[in-house]
């Protein structure tokens, strides 16, 4: 759409995470070039009742490192997690707002669970140990927007600022509405991305149901794949309108250049490839690119059989035979549910910046039905022009961003 | 002896039979041991389903990952498969 003169073009010139890999930037881009696992044994409650007990938890998190005692009291885990990203993030893009400009930036954040470690103490607290009363601020922590309401404050956005959640697809479909914001004009800067904390006990009771997670780590597109493993996290990005970020010489880290969205409305569950095809393609129309300058695209890779195997057919039918290299960072980190597509943005990152495209970790034989390039193992260096992001969601919501080098 | 133990595999086919009945919404009476899951239209997200009533119901675990259908307990394919398998389990944790 660079085409249409109304239209902005839009840069992002601040990235910032938490995640399993890395508390900061400089070690999420290590970790993933690296290849290294962060899926590992859990420390849980009841952990003897849980059928899974593996999974990427932030290690060694230190609330008292960032937060004073009120916020830890306002802030669930997750919005811990949001708000360490979001300094980060803006402390890279050195952004100072206008009068003016605050009132127009904002932030439109995703999460699959919202504050789900604070509903599943406050459970534990009035069901199992049978108290009868919760934490005062049980409410305004565990509200799904509550991240995005901080980071609002926190950085004076007094502009559109929400959250949307399509469960495993939730960061991508915010960063794809914060970037047609700045894209249209309705906003300067959006800060975008998205946090999950759901490695409670709840949280993996409830997935277990499903029986579609691993018990003993994740292996995307490998024949020996057997399910996903929960990660949790945020990353946070500035995006910004690309003639104001060039005249404040701010670091441009990459463009955005398309977004779509498109729904199977098929199953609740079960991927409809056709879905993930219409998002890809979407987004190479939404930026006004062939399919052949891709590079490097980051798989939505669960590592569960429903997933690969679609995702694979909706690769092979956007691209052809020879598709450019796919890798899924979730064999790493995790699944982070509805901060998934924001913490795997990094991946994205790396490889248009510093032109490292990360493995696919944890690879051990071909599975005939993906028949894809799946950087196995190994990070590997090239020259990446453009590159995709895919997030699918239950409910077979799909969205796909389409990046492109600085 | 073996009368006993035949009734109480009975018991245990009857139990599985009809939860297997409730999710496809049809009568107990119509399945066979040949009956596939799939011509009941329980897909996998019925068979989930499923093996979360035969677990509440004998107080047992399942072990079945819906990525490696083949794998665990036994392909849950037909109504004799689930039926032999969840007896085996039975026999396993609760014997």
């Given at each position: 759409?660079?085409g249409n ?5 839009v ?9 399993p ?13 690296e ?5 590992g044994?859990l420390?849980?409650?009841?952990l003897?009742r849980l059928s899974?007990?593996?999974g ?5 998190w230190q ?13 669930d885990?997750?919005v811990?997690f ?5 300094r980060?993030a803006?402390t890279?893009?050195?952004l ?7 009132f127009q930036a904002g932030v439109?954040?995703g999460?699959?669970g919202?504050?789900?470690t604070?509903t599943?103490?406050?459970y534990?607290a009035?069901?199992a140990?049978g ?5 005062p601020f049980t409410?305004?922590r ?5 991240a995005a309401a901080h ?7 007094r502009g ?7 469960a495993c697809a ?6 794809g509405?914060?970037f047609q914001?700045?894209?249209?004009g309705?906003a300067p800067?959006m800060l975008?991305g ?13 997935w277990?149901?499903?029986?579609v997670?691993?018990?003993?780590g ?9 399910g996903?493993?929960?990660?949790e996290g945020a990353?946070?990005?500035v995006?910004e309108?690309?003639d ?10 990459a463009e ?6 498109t729904?199977?409305?098929a199953?609740i569950?079960?991927p409809d490839?056709?879905?993930a095809?219409?998002?890809?393609a979407?987004?190479l129309v939404?930026a006004g690119?062939?399919?052949d ?11 569960t059989t429903?997933?690969?195997r679609?995702?694979?057919?909706a690769i092979?039918?956007v691209f052809?035979?020879n598709?450019?290299?796919v ?5 790493m980190h995790?699944h982070?549910?509805?901060a ?5 943005l ?33 990070a590997?260096r090239?020259?990446v022009?453009v590159?995709?992001s895919n997030?699918f969601?239950?409910?077979g ?7 492109r080098?600085? | 002896?073996?009368g006993?133990?035949?009734g109480?595999r009975?018991?245990i086919?009857?139990r599985v039979?009809?939860i297997?009945a409730?999710?496809?919404l ?7 041991p040949e ?9 996998s997200?019925?068979?989930?389903e499923v093996l979360f ?7 047992i675990s399942?072990?079945?990952n819906a990525?490696r259908?083949?794998?665990g307990?036994?392909?849950f394919?037909?109504?004799g498969a689930?039926?032999?398998a969840?007896e085996?389990l ?6």
């Amino acid at each position: 759409m660079t085409g249409n003169p109304a239209l902005r073009r839009v840069v992002i010139t601040g990235a910032g995470s938490v995640n399993p890999l890395a508390s900061d930037v400089p070690g999420t881009f290590a970790a993933l070039a690296e290849g290294r696992v962060a899926i590992g044994a859990l420390d849980l409650p009841d952990l003897d009742r849980l059928s899974i007990r593996i999974g990427a938890p932030v290690r060694g998190w230190q609330p008292d490192a960032y937060f004073t005692r009120q916020e830890q009291a306002l802030y669930d885990r997750a919005v811990q997690f949001a708000v360490v990203a979001a300094r980060q993030a803006v402390t890279q893009s050195a952004l100072v707002l206008g009068s003016d400009e605050g009132f127009q930036a904002g932030v439109v954040l995703g999460t699959g669970g919202g504050g789900s470690t604070t509903t599943d103490e406050a459970y534990r607290a009035v069901y199992a140990e049978g108290r009868s009363r919760v934490h005062p601020f049980t409410v305004p922590r565990l509200m799904p927007n509550a991240a995005a309401a901080h980071l609002a404050m926190n950085h004076g956005l007094r502009g559109p600022s929400f959250t949307v959640s399509t469960a495993c697809a939730s960061s991508n479909h915010a960063m794809g509405l914060a970037f047609q914001m700045v894209r249209s004009g309705a906003a300067p800067v959006m800060l975008t991305g998205g946090a999950e904390a759901t490695l409670s006990f709840g949280g993996i009771k409830a997935w277990e149901g499903l029986r579609v997670l691993s018990p003993d780590g994740c292996r995307p597109f490998c024949a020996s794949r057997n399910g996903l493993v929960q990660g949790e996290g945020a990353a946070i990005f500035v995006f910004e309108e690309r003639d104001r970020a060039v005249g404040r010489g701010a670091p441009i880290l990459a463009e955005v250049v398309g977004f779509a969205m498109t729904s199977d409305a098929a199953d609740i569950v079960l991927p409809d490839p056709e879905g993930a095809r219409r998002a890809m393609a979407g987004a190479l129309v939404d930026a006004g690119l062939p399919p052949d300058t891709v590079g490097y695209v980051n798989a939505h890779g669960t590592g569960t059989t429903a997933n690969d195997r679609s995702e694979s057919l909706a690769i092979r039918a956007v691209f052809g035979p020879n598709p450019p290299p796919v890798s899924a960072t979730k064999s790493m980190h995790g699944h982070l549910l509805g901060a998934a597509g924001a913490v795997e943005l990094w991946a994205v990152l790396l490889a248009l910046g510093e032109g490292v495209i990360a493995p696919t970790a944890g690879w051990r034989a071909p599975d005939p039905e993906c028949g894809l390039d799946v950087v196995p193992n190994v990070a590997r260096r090239a020259g990446v022009e453009v590159a995709l992001s895919n997030a699918f969601g239950f409910g077979g919501m799909n969205a796909c961003l389409a990046l492109r080098k600085a | 002896m073996d009368g006993l133990v035949a009734g109480v595999r009975n018991e245990i086919e009857a139990r599985v039979v009809e939860i297997l009945a409730s999710q496809a919404l049809c009568d107990a009476g119509s399945l066979t041991p040949e009956t596939r899951l799939a011509d009941l239209g329980i897909d996998s997200l019925g068979l989930a389903e499923v093996l979360f009533a035969i677990e509440e119901r004998f107080d047992i675990s399942v072990p079945f990952n819906a990525n490696r259908p083949d794998e665990g307990a036994g392909a849950f394919s037909s109504v004799g498969a689930v039926c032999a398998a969840i007896e085996a389990l039975v026999r396993n944790q609760k014997g």
